[in-house]
């Protein structure tokens, strides 16, 4: 359940371990170099599985680039990867690649942990360009997306036809939303479902046009007037029973609210496929684009990189190893193997050939907004998520927003 609510990550005390370590001096410092070893090298990598399917292939892709080169991989799939990665930082005995989290890059760059090796890629300009400006830090690309996931609609298509709703009422807009939810709630059909996070309410925010920071994420702009809209239309559906946390209906996440029968639609990202084929193989369903807002279409990317440590001494071989890693046939062998989806442009047409029903999903990548690369505010947005749980009853949008602004203004100015 890694990519449901919050793509898995970090621990909270994990990154204050890291940041206490720094601190201490015990760390890191940007400009500190580490003795490079040539030859083949003992490749020491950490990864944050989504379970066996991928342990299994990326453990078989490190083989074979072993294998092809003459170094020697070791793939040690973590139990709690924030946890392990800030016990090994601590100890000043990091692994030399690791999954990095998106929501947690900025964590790690802010303090040198992470060596800066996205100028040393050819052709890195081929991977998505949303995914390249989340990993990038003061203007440098540090790391290379390995794969990404975006939301969508899931729509259940015999509880479409229930409400005697056909393709022509799938909604692209907001207002097409509202009328179809509408009809569908006077059918005794409940209509959507949607987390009460940021990672999914925040879709609505960038459709119309809004988020919570500036481009370069060094100005909070959470008291938006856009923002402010956004949360009072999703209010709106909240309140007129158009729309329902998971909750509400007696589920964990959307997917499985979704999955149950419970909702007609729900709006998540790719890896329900694989939640809906397991748990839920006799629910028919759709994917199509999240509806467009005013400002137009939006969706909200999930992704991470592979991570190459500042104290590695085989950084040219952990390299080499993103590069075959991340090579389009790779990332193409991954997305059959474990559900994720290419973070290269030049794979997505392939990748549409073997998975045509994905469209939606691998499209919002030229429209998707990555979270906030912001270091030390995990305590302002666990805060502001636990605050868009009210939007049910009577909490105020504009409050809500309003606290966000002061906090992450504090955040930001360090």
Do not use: H
């Not at 292939?57 to 973590?78: E, L």
């Not at 500036?214 to 309140?239: C, E, G, H, I, R």
């Amino acid at each position: 359940m890694t990519r449901r609510l919050r793509r898995g990550g970090l621990a909270l005390a994990a990154v204050a371990l890291v940041l206490a370590s720094a601190a201490c001096g015990s760390g890191f410092n940007k400009n500190s170099s580490t003795t490079q070893k040539a030859g083949p090298a003992n490749l020491q990598v950490l990864i944050g599985s989504s379970g066996q399917a991928e342990t299994d292939a990326v453990k078989q892709a490190a083989a074979a680039f072993a294998s092809s080169t003459g170094n020697t991989v070791t793939v040690n799939p973590a139990q709690d990867i924030g946890q392990q990665l800030g016990q090994a930082f601590a100890g000043g005995n990091p692994p030399d690649l690791f999954y990095v989290d998106a929501s947690r890059f900025a964590d790690y760059a802010s303090i040198g942990a992470l060596y800066p090796y996205g100028n040393k890629v050819p052709d890195a300009n081929d991977f998505y360009q949303s995914l390249r400006q989340t990993f990038t830090f003061q203007g440098q690309l540090y790391c290379i997306p390995k794969d990404f996931s975006t939301l969508a609609l899931e729509i259940n298509t015999d509880l479409w036809t229930k409400a005697k709703l056909t393709d022509a009422d799938i909604p692209t807009t907001w207002d097409q939303l509202v009328t179809v939810s509408k009809k569908l709630k006077a059918a005794g059909v409940t209509p959507l479902a949607t987390a009460d996070t940021r990672d999914r309410l925040g879709a609505f925010v960038v459709e119309n046009g809004g988020w919570w920071a500036n481009k370069d994420d060094t100005q909070a702009t959470a008291d938006s007037p856009q923002n402010l809209q956004a949360l009072q239309f999703v209010q709106m559906l909240l309140k007129q029973g158009l729309a329902v946390y998971p909750k509400q209906v007696d589920a964990g996440w959307g997917g499985e609210a979704f999955g149950k029968g419970k909702t007609a639609m729900a709006m998540e990202g790719n890896w329900i496929r694989g939640a809906m084929q397991s748990d839920y193989p006799n629910i028919k369903y759709e994917v199509k684009p999240l509806p467009a807002g005013p400002a137009g279409q939006g969706t909200l990317s999930f992704t991470q990189c592979w991570g190459i440590s500042a104290k590695s001494k085989f950084k040219d071989q952990a390299v080499k190893f993103v590069e075959y890693m991340t090579a389009k046939a790779q990332q193409l062998t991954f997305a059959k193997a474990f559900g994720v989806m290419p973070s290269r442009q030049s794979a997505k047409a392939d990748y549409l050939a073997q998975f045509p029903d994905d469209a939606a999903f691998i499209d919002g990548a030229q429209y998707a907004q990555g979270p906030l690369t912001v270091a030390k505010v995990d305590s302002v947005l666990a805060d502001f998520d636990s605050q868009l749980g009210s939007l049910t009853t009577n909490g105020s949008p504009q409050a809500i927003l309003q606290k966000l602004q002061t906090n992450l203004s504090a955040a930001l100015k360090g």
